[in-house]
């Protein structure tokens, strides 16, 4: 009966180790069997939008994932203009998942007045209303602040918002987070670092794409954050949103996503399409894997996986 007994429990145990690693990316352990960090971005959602029910299957399939350790969700979690009833619906949503959740604010979370022009445009708020509903976004999220930092494994995580009540860019930081961002990178320049924006670097992305590298559609004050680049060799990836880039579009993974020939930017597709698309991280202490979902057909796409390696500091 005993005998029994342990040979049914080791079946249970080998079972669930089968489950663990068919449920997530090929290459889980890194050398030594150590498990990485397994970070999975999703870009602008636009809640609750179009294919609502395909937005809740990959949340379904996130959490069917016993590896991964963060979700990141690139702004932009608002349909459009940041509204109560958009926030509820958010709210609602990411209450579904049962990964730890960061999110980072995107124009349409905070930019935009809750009333539109007759002809159906949208108009930016004034500093107050953009004020209230970064505060609603924070609060909404759990936030610690609408700017911070987390430490995994070797690697510093720095989550930078699109914060200036003052200026009607989309994607502009205030001078107040870029100068905490200066001090932040000065700070702690030893680690391997990776940034998270909604907005994308300059010049990562072909004309081919609608509205690639203009004013409202690249991380601003862009001087300023180029000077800042340079000086941090630690940062080496950045992560964003905002460009709705699919894995179908040519820059998707390309040479010209090398900022500068050395900052890579991750563009990650939006989530208001049939096929979504999601892009993990894995963090290796030597190396980072980028890894792309097929969340349609359930499969991932080794043609698309990247390979990084961090600088050596």
């Known amino acids: 009966m005993q005998r029994a007994k342990r040979f049914f429990l080791s079946c249970v145990v080998l079972l669930g180790l089968a489950g663990f690693l068919l449920g997530a990316p090929a290459d889980l352990l890194a050398a030594g069997g150590q498990v990485p960090y397994h970070i999975v971005l999703l870009g602008d959602p636009h809640l609750p939008g179009k294919f609502l029910a395909e937005k809740e299957a990959v949340l379904r399939t996130i959490n069917a994932w016993p590896d991964v350790a963060l979700v990141v969700a690139l702004g932009d979690i608002s349909e459009g203009l940041g ?3 958009e926030y509820a619906a958010a709210r609602q949503y990411f209450d579904k998942l049962v990964k730890p959740l960061v999110a980072i604010p995107g124009n349409h979370d905070f930019i935009y007045s809750d009333i ?87 010049g990562t992305l072909s004309e081919s794409k609608k509205n690639a590298n203009r004013i409202n559609f690249i991380a601003q004050p862009q001087k300023e954050l180029s000077d800042l680049l340079q000086k941090n060799p630690q940062v080496f990836l950045w992560v964003c949103g905002h460009m709705h880039v699919p894995a179908t579009n040519k820059d998707f993974r390309s040479e010209i996503n090398f900022y500068e020939n050395r900052v890579y930017t991750l563009h990650n597709s939006d989530m208001n399409r049939e096929t979504i698309w999601t892009n993990s991280l894995v963090l290796f ?26 600088p050596r500091l």
Do not use: C
Not at 285 to 310: A, M
């Open 285 to 310: 202490p030597d190396k980072v894997v980028i890894k792309t979902y097929n969340h349609r057909l359930g499969t991932w796409s080794p043609e698309l996986e990247k390979t990084l390696v961090p």
């Open 83 to 85: 509204t109560e009833p």
């Open 116 to 202: 539109r022009m007759i002809d159906g445009k949208s108009i930016k708020g004034s500093p107050d209303e953009k004020q209230k509903k970064l505060a609603k976004f924070q609060k909404t999220f759990g936030l610690p602040a609408l700017y911070h930092t987390k430490l995994a494994g070797n690697y510093k995580l720095i989550f930078l918002a699109t914060d200036d009540t003052q200026s009607d860019q989309l994607t502009r930081m205030s001078q107040k987070q870029l100068d905490w961002l200066r001090s932040e990178l000065k700070r702690d320049n030893k680690k391997p670092t990776i940034i998270f924006f909604h907005g994308p670097l300059f």
